[in-house]
């Protein structure tokens, strides 16, 4: 076996390795809210929504019930190519965008109103939002004009902003050991670092065609 296959193998058994356990992290979360609970992790910081916009749960169920699913089936997606499943790539990214466009990320929106942090962490979890939606409905639309490259790409740019689930909270960590900041100050600097790093790194490995 050549040093370079070695390599890619080894690149792809430490990717799928370190997607398992961070997908494991954000399963742990999702379970605290099942049963339906409103007084339990990110919601006890939440009272005054819950109480005062009973639409507010309905939406956050929404978005934490279906964006599991959507890591997992966008991460299936993505790595398919390697395994040469072309069936099975179709059906998780059918589900992975009809989650996003459908439910994801309209209750993602609808919830970065209401982000802590205030006015600028709103802005961009709304951004976030928008962009998350946009950059998946691009790529259904290029996947249905059979326009396979761009699709691939757009994919990409849209599974960025779903993993900013994951790097937000590596922020947020990492952040709050080196520096412990007022919390509602966290938010508003979590915000941003969770997904703009993501896109922009994206964007540089779609110029340099490595992906």
């Known amino acids: 076996m050549s040093l370079s296959i070695r390599n890619n193998t080894f690149f792809k058994?430490?990717?799928?390795?370190?997607?398992?356990?961070?997908?494991?992290?954000?399963?742990?979360?999702?379970?605290?809210?099942?049963?339906l609970k409103t007084d339990v992790s990110f919601l006890m910081i939440k009272q005054t929504?819950?109480?005062?916009?009973?639409e507010y749960l309905y939406f956050f169920y929404t978005h934490v019930y279906t964006s599991i699913f959507v890591l997992l089936t966008g991460f299936l997606a993505i790595i398919r190519k390697d395994f040469r499943l072309k069936n099975f790539h179709r059906n998780a990214g059918k589900?992975?965008?009809?989650?996003?466009?459908?439910?994801?990320?309209?209750?993602?929106?609808?919830?970065?109103?209401?982000?802590?942090?205030?006015?600028?962490?709103?802005?961009?979890?709304?951004?976030?939002?928008?962009?998350?939606?946009?950059?998946?409905?691009?790529a259904y639309q290029l996947a249905r004009q059979k326009k396979f490259k761009e699709h691939k790409e757009w994919m990409w740019r849209s599974f960025a902003l779903t993993?900013?689930?994951?790097?937000?909270?590596?922020?947020?960590?990492?952040?709050v050991y080196l520096f412990h900041p007022n919390?509602?100050?966290?938010?508003?600097?979590?915000?941003?670092?969770?997904?703009?790093?993501?896109?922009?790194?994206?964007?540089?490995?779609?110029?340099?065609?490595?992906i």
């Not at 993993?163 to 952040?175: D, G, N």
């Open 95 to 138: 589900i992975y965008i009809f989650l996003i466009l459908l439910f994801a990320a309209p209750s993602g929106i609808y919830m970065g109103v209401f982000a802590n942090g205030g006015f600028l962490s709103k802005v961009s979890f709304v951004i976030l939002g928008c962009l998350w939606w946009f950059t998946t409905f691009k």
């Open 183 to 210: 919390p509602m100050d966290v938010y508003e600097i979590i915000a941003w670092l969770g997904w703009v790093p993501n896109i922009i790194l994206i964007e540089y490995l779609i110029t340099k065609k490595h």
């Open 49 to 54: 929504e819950v109480v005062e916009r009973p």
């Open 163 to 175: 993993v900013s689930a994951i790097t937000l909270r590596m922020w947020k960590v990492i952040i």
């Open 13 to 35: 058994t430490l990717l799928i390795a370190g997607f398992g356990y961070f997908f494991w992290l954000m399963l742990k979360i999702t379970l605290e809210y099942i049963p």
